[in-house]
């Protein structure tokens, strides 16, 4: 049996696999929802007539897309009864900088703000760069309306583009910086980092311990961390080490034999929103963690 085809199949598949991942986490923020996505595109793909296939990429991308809306329409409902802030699950250390860039935290709440609808034209001509003739085949809508979905989620996320990009050998040490104020009880020091309407976000998710609503400015954030400084006066925070994530600046703990991330957005050398992880279903494939629980 000649099984030269399928193993094209697969070679053309496997090239843009990277790229179809992207897509589809940046539809669902889950890695591993996005797996299971491109997966599935995967036994569509074997299950098509490949002869009649003019351009794989294309209609590799239709795919992915359909399948993340329908996916993204029970994820929403699953997220109206979410306890607490939501939060995308972390991805650690891109490799790919420009891929990093619209990875961010900010971009990637901003993008839960969008309808489905907005949240596909935007991500496939804006950030992939499809033409609106390809993005109207693909989410199965007019190329005007395609425009329009487009228009009106970069007017909503415009705010959330990063204005003064911190690099990461600068965020990182202002990442040592955080950890070491917090972590020691300077609050002195931590007071200098934070912007007056800093933000923090902690993500549980009903599952472990974790405020049940953003905290808004200044005094909340270091009421918030002097109480964290007295536990970790009697329960040490382990650091397994710093990281990029989600294109922010961050590092990697364990709290009292939970893990969790803390990403910093950084402007004009002060942290304006602080995003912690602790919700344990989105941190299974945390690096350098396995074995390292008590």
Not at 142 to 163: Q, V, W, Y
Not at 265 to 274: L, M, Y
């Amino acid at each position: 049996m000649n099984d030269a085809p399928e193993t094209s199949a697969a070679e053309i598949f496997a090239d843009l696999r990277p790229r179809l991942i992207r897509l589809a986490y940046r539809m669902l923020g889950s890695v591993a929802d996005a797996e299971d996505v491109v997966h599935d595109a995967w036994l569509r793909w074997l299950a098509t007539d490949r002869d009649q296939v003019r351009d794989p990429k294309a209609l590799l991308h239709t795919i992915v897309t359909r399948l993340s809306l329908n996916e993204l329409k029970s994820a929403r409902r699953r997220r109206v009864t979410y306890i607490g802030p939501w939060l995308p699950e972390p991805l650690f250390d891109p490799e790919d900088e420009e891929a990093a860039d619209d990875l961010t935290l900010p971009l990637m709440i901003a993008l839960e703000r969008l309808s489905p609808l907005e949240r596909a034209a935007f991500l496939l001509h804006d950030v992939f760069g499809l033409g609106f003739d390809a993005v109207s085949e693909t989410i199965g809508r007019e190329a005007a309306t395609c425009r329009k979905l487009a228009s009106r989620a970069r007017a909503h996320i415009h705010d959330a583009k990063p204005r003064f990009v911190v690099g990461n050998e600068e965020g990182l040490r202002l990442a040592n910086a955080f950890f070491a104020a917090t972590r020691s009880g300077d609050l002195a020091a931590l007071r200098a980092m934070l912007a007056e309407d800093v933000v923090v976000y902690a993500d549980g998710g009903g599952r472990v311990p974790a405020p049940t609503e953003p905290l808004i400015g200044h005094d909340a954030a270091m009421e918030r961390f002097a109480g964290l400084a007295r536990l970790f006066a009697v329960h040490p925070s382990r650091l397994i080490r710093y990281a990029i994530i989600n294109g922010l600046p961050g590092f990697i703990t364990i709290e009292n034999d939970i893990v969790q991330t803390t990403a910093l957005h950084v402007e004009n050398e002060r942290v304006v929103a602080i995003y912690v992880t602790r919700n344990p279903d989105k941190l299974h494939n945390v690096p350098d963690v396995t074995g390292l629980r008590n």
